[in-house]
DNA sequence: TGGTTAAATATGACCAGTCGTTTTAATAAA
DNA sequence: TTTATTAAAACGACTGGTCATATTTAACCA
């Protein structure tokens, strides 16, 4: 194997690993000692890769979100007639996930902006984008869902994106300490089968 | 000063200086020995106060809520024929203090919920206990100004409290990252100006 | 092509400092 | 004096980060 491959490939699971480590157990409480064992990677080499931790939790942040934003554009990719049905299956998808792993962890956006969001400019910043890129496409969404007459139009699309994401977070919190999906089940339902519903019916 | 009294003072600054650091730098950001120097309280005297840091983290977050309910308390009982009303004055003040603080810290329930709701049971249980008190005096609330018709009655008044609990923590998290207390703002414009009202004009 | 060397990369011992907690000694109350 | 409480020192483990050394790669000239 070429260096630069492994050097990649070692970048990768560093990378993969800080996902699961800090959305589990926070920034401030995950070593970095902890997370090279588990790749079986030096702790001088570190430093090889990422500049120090908070280059790496921003890093890490960076690569969290490339799943999520693609397993949603796929969905929305696939019912081309039905965009605000693909928002509910891909919700569906992460409420799935989230049962599956007992409501562990929840997400790492929104725990690290609890944590750190305030205090490391370099993950504050990471996380804008991180939080942007997925708020904007949830609203390209939700403006074909207007398009296709099964979303509201006396509101921007932009505002309920935001409120989704928002009303989304906070869900995710309750069923962590509560160890159930009802509150982001309930979110889906409140948002996306009522209140993003047009008034009227066709 | 009588010796039980002094310790009840050294306990409750130690409370005190406990909510805004772990508010602001959270549980594992934030150092006993941060918190004793603050309070000039001796390393060694601590663990006359409380069993362990994570003892003591559940007991923090027990008296953060306290001013909370009294606050929103005194809205309810202040405005006997308008409870919508009481209801958003409240979430006024509270924007602005988080715009005063610059849109640091946030809530500590928010941020302690991400950190270590899922790892820690003792703090888990008081977030549980800490966050249930104050969405059922919401629920109260919102019952209240169905019963005066200026909330809808179609739903249930625990599910929008759940819904403006959730929104609002997920909101203060953006509004944290964001430095701006547009995301609040809009919580509240949607929910208590818009989803929660009535469908039909009286 | 083969051999030499310089640059790039990987490594693990080690740094000073801090962590939460425990033990022990001093102090105050009874 | 006896008993209970407080405080100080010390504990081992761990923190993020550094650095000299070892290894590998690539460039060069013969």
Redesign the interface.
Known sequence: MPRSAKKESNRDNLLNQGVSMLM??????TGLQEILDAVHIPKGSFYNYFESKEDFGAKVIQHYVDPFIIQLTTHLQQSGTDALGAIQRYFDELVAELEKND????CLL??????????SPLC?QS??MA?NRYRDLLQSGLAKAQQQGTVRTD?PAA?MA??L???????L??A???KSSG?VR??CQ?LLG??FRP?QAP
Chains 1, 2 share one sequence.
Do not use: S
């Open positions: 589990r157990q926070g920034y401030h409480g409501f562990k962890g929840g929104g725990n690290l902006m609890g944590e750190i969001g305030d205090t504050q996380l804008q939080v509101k505002g935001d409120l994401v928002n009303t989304w977070q906070g869900a919190l309750r962590k300490i509560e509150p309930q979110c409140d009522d209140f008034h």
